[in-house]
């Protein structure tokens, strides 16, 4: 037999993760991705304003000191060689200056009276030709292959013109976008893998509730414990250990139900053996007779035996679907089926059963059962002749069923113990099974019923009242 976990079934612990880390890549992804978009646009914005923060302090600087100056050839700001050379790229400080001022460059030009400009000081980084269009403002221009963001300033005559290189500003803004996004990302992975950890403790008790269900064998029925019971788990835990509580009683009372039937069939079974023997080794007529009356007793005995069993382990079953019936015409109907026994003991049976149906939703053979075996009780252990009366009221939100003989009555000590299955009280008279009143209280208790057992009328005999919740 297989015992192992049933496949095709999507595991919670995977659709958890899973789950998670698809929400939580959704939503760093696109805070990321903002971020970034955000951090882009102020960098953007903090490099256009370095470039117009350099023109002014140029202009203030330069610009003013060679506006009417002649200068035969352009002064050049040169940069220290370690920096201006092609060496390695370095993204720190040095004491010299830092890496990205060779991306930086600056042109001082001054408008001739010709109308063509000259060219009056640049930074070595910069080109002899102009960096952009002498007019005011940010623009962009192709230098080299690569594209410069320029920043023009007019001084009078003098025009101060300070540019970047693009790549510089895009490996810069890339640099500002993985500082942003670097983090996000090892927060997410350590989230990611508390998540899993955190997950999977918290789904252990089912892991370890199967376990236990894996481990157990078919003879064991008590409850199961779990060292951790969650309030998610609670109830499938205790709906569980109901099941198993449930299985056990079915299990105990069908065996018990068994072993009760194999002990009560023997004797009558012996019996029936010694009829047979006795009307085999009769000598005459009058001896055969006795024994045949013995014997056909004793079969109808056994059938009546055989058919309370049958009943009374139909009553412990699940029951049939419930449909609307009426509780007088059923008890109406099980006296009816009596008349003629009671009439062969000279006992009276009365039913005053009155008007009102009695509906209720209940399964109409089990309560037909009921009442047969309340007034097959009565007729059994009252003395012939005697009165059985049967009634049936309404009483607000109930039926109230009596049925009351005049025989020996029940002892006050006995009146739980009656409802047992096989028990007859000691020295009763009759040849009942002792399953009739069990069989009553089997099918009551699946309604939703009660039973009570009391005197009779005048103190004398017995009255076994029910009562029935109606529709």
């Known amino acids: 037999m297989n015992t192992g976990p049933a496949e095709g079934g999507r595991s919670i612990r995977m659709l958890l993760l899973a789950g998670t880390t698809l929400i939580m890549l959704a939503v760093?992804?696109?805070?990321?991705?903002?971020?970034?978009?955000?951090?882009?646009?102020?960098?953007?914005?903090?490099?256009?304003?370095?470039?117009?923060?350099?023109?002014?302090?140029?202009?203030?600087?330069?610009?003013?000191?060679?506006?009417?100056?002649?200068?035969?050839?352009?002064?050049?700001?040169?940069?220290?060689?370690?920096?201006?050379?092609?060496?390695?790229?370095?993204?720190?400080?040095?004491?010299?200056?830092?890496?990205?001022?060779?991306?930086?460059?600056?042109?001082?030009?001054?408008?001739?009276?010709?109308?063509?400009?000259?060219?009056?000081?640049?930074?070595?980084?910069?080109?002899?030709?102009?960096?952009?269009?002498?007019?005011?403002?940010?623009?962009?221009?192709?230098?080299?292959?690569?594209?410069?963001?320029?920043?023009?300033?007019?001084?009078?005559?003098?025009?101060?013109?300070?540019?970047?290189?693009?790549?510089?500003?895009?490996?810069?803004?890339?640099?500002?976008?993985?500082?942003?996004?670097?983090?996000?990302?090892?927060?997410?992975?350590?989230?990611?893998a508390a998540s899993a950890v955190l997950i999977r403790y918290g789904l252990s008790p089912l892991s370890e509730l199967a376990q236990r269900i894996r481990a157990r064998t078919p003879q064991a029925f008590g409850p199961i414990a779990l060292s951790r019971v969650p309030a998610e788990v609670a109830p499938v835990l205790a709906a569980l250990n109901g099941l198993l509580e449930r299985v056990r009683q079915t299990l105990d009372r069908e065996r018990r139900f068994v072993d009760t039937a194999a002990h009560e069939l023997r004797t009558p079974l012996a019996a029936l053996r010694l009829h047979a023997q006795n009307l085999q080794r009769a000598r005459d007529d009058e001896e055969r007779a006795a024994s045949l009356s013995r014997l056909l007793e004793g079969v109808e005995r056994s059938a009546h035996l055989t058919e309370q069993m049958l009943a009374f382990s139909r009553a412990g079953r699940p029951p049939g679907e419930p449909t609307r019936v009426s509780l007088r015409e059923v008890v109406a109907d099980a006296a009816r089926q009596r008349e003629v026994a009671a009439g062969t003991t000279e006992h009276r049976l009365e039913a005053m059963l009155g008007e009102d149906p009695c509906a209720m939703m209940a399964d109409a053979s089990a309560l037909s059962s009921m009442a047969g075996n309340l007034i097959d009780n009565a007729l059994r252990y009252s003395p012939p002749g005697s009165l059985v009366a049967i009634t049936l009221e309404r009483s607000q939100n109930q039926a109230v069923l009596r049925v009351s003989d005049r025989g020996p009555g029940i002892p006050e000590a006995m009146r739980e113990r009656v409802f047992e299955p096989y028990y007859r009280i000691p020295g009763a008279a009759g040849s009942g099974s002792g399953l009739g009143l069990s069989i009553v209280r089997e099918v009551i208790d699946r309604i939703g019923g009660a039973i009570s057992i009391g005197p009779g009328p005048a103190g004398a005999g017995t009255t076994v009242e029910v009562r029935f919740p109606l529709a």
């Open 28 to 192: 760093m992804g696109i805070s990321a991705f903002l971020s970034f978009a955000a951090g882009q646009k102020e960098a953007e914005e903090l490099f256009d304003a370095r470039l117009a923060t350099s023109a002014r302090v140029i202009e203030s600087l330069i610009a003013r000191s060679v506006e009417s100056a002649t200068i035969e050839s352009p002064l050049v700001m040169a940069l220290p060689a370690p920096l201006a050379e092609d060496g390695q790229h370095r993204d720190g400080p040095t004491a010299l200056g830092h890496y990205y001022e060779t991306h930086i460059a600056y042109q001082v030009w001054r408008a001739g009276e010709d109308g063509v400009p000259r060219l009056l000081a640049r930074s070595s980084s910069a080109p002899q030709e102009p960096i952009s269009a002498l007019e005011p403002g940010f623009s962009g221009r192709v230098i080299d292959g690569r594209l410069w963001r320029v920043f023009a300033l007019s001084s009078g005559a003098v025009w101060i013109l300070a540019g970047e290189r693009d790549d510089a500003r895009a490996e810069l803004t890339a640099e500002l976008g993985w500082a942003v996004t670097a983090p996000m990302l090892a927060g997410l992975l350590l989230v990611l």
